[in-house]
């Protein structure tokens, strides 16, 4: 069974701190992806990975990084925490020209 | 740009009520399609896909959905609802040779007993 998971379910961050969310799966799929889920507005992409040390910006990247050091993880960061990143993180992963897996999801809030 | 629009915010329906949610995309040229489905408290997962071959996809918990080209949907269907149906519906597509996913704003479905 394909696992992706999220280091933490829920987080509490103050504004401008440095944020890491932390990705990893377990079925050597090549890309990786960031998203955010906001109620009504569904998911949107901040950025993925077709490979190692690879990255490429999705719809929403400004105020986001990402690193992807090894294959089966993929780090989100949030250089300067502010309140309108409060969200849900949701990281997912694939095969090229196949479904994604999602995980759990990272609910983040900044004070 | 490509976009997926969900026309049904929120739908309400009792147990063995028929079910159509609908999902239209705007890209001329080959796509992938997928429904995900949330259910409280989990995590996102696949209801079906639709890739080439037979328009009619058949997924998971009696779910269906039918890839109309003409007309850019992506319907999802199922002919009797249980309350374990109530969750949030994601439709998806993909197209030009790439993994990357653009999401429909969700449709939240209630069942009710």
């Known amino acids: 069974d394909v696992k992706v998971t999220q280091s933490s379910r829920y987080l509490v961050k103050r504004t401008g701190e440095k944020v890491f969310l932390e990705c990893v799966q377990d079925m050597d799929h090549e890309n990786m992806f960031w998203y955010r889920q906001d109620p009504g507005l569904g998911l949107r992409l901040i950025y993925f990975s077709y490979d190692v040390k690879m990255k490429e910006k999705g719809d929403i990247p400004e105020g986001y990084s990402v690193s992807r050091e090894k294959k089966e993880r993929f780090s989100l960061i949030l250089e300067s925490a502010s309140t309108n990143q409060t969200s849900m993180y949701l990281c997912?992963?694939?095969?090229?020209?196949?479904?994604?897996?999602f995980g759990p999801g990272t609910r983040l809030t900044v004070l | 740009a490509q976009s997926v629009s969900q026309h049904n915010h929120h739908v309400i329906l009792s147990e063995a009520a028929s079910l159509e949610l609908g999902c239209n995309y705007s890209y001329g040229g080959t796509v992938n399609l997928f429904w995900y489905v949330q259910y409280p408290g989990q995590h996102l997962q696949l209801l079906l896909k639709?890739?080439?071959?037979?328009?009619l996809v058949k997924g998971i918990k009696g779910f269906e959905a039918e890839f109309i080209k003409s007309k850019f949907s992506f319907n999802l269907r199922k002919p009797s609802v249980q309350w374990s149906d109530t969750a949030e519906y994601f439709c998806?597509?993909?197209?030009?040779?790439?993994?990357?996913?653009?999401f429909g704003t969700g449709t939240r479905l209630q069942v009710f007993p």
């Open positions: 998806a597509v993909n197209g030009d040779n790439t993994d990357k996913l653009i």
């Open positions: 639709y890739f080439s071959g037979d328009p």
């Open positions: 997912a992963s694939s095969s090229p020209g196949y479904e994604q897996f």
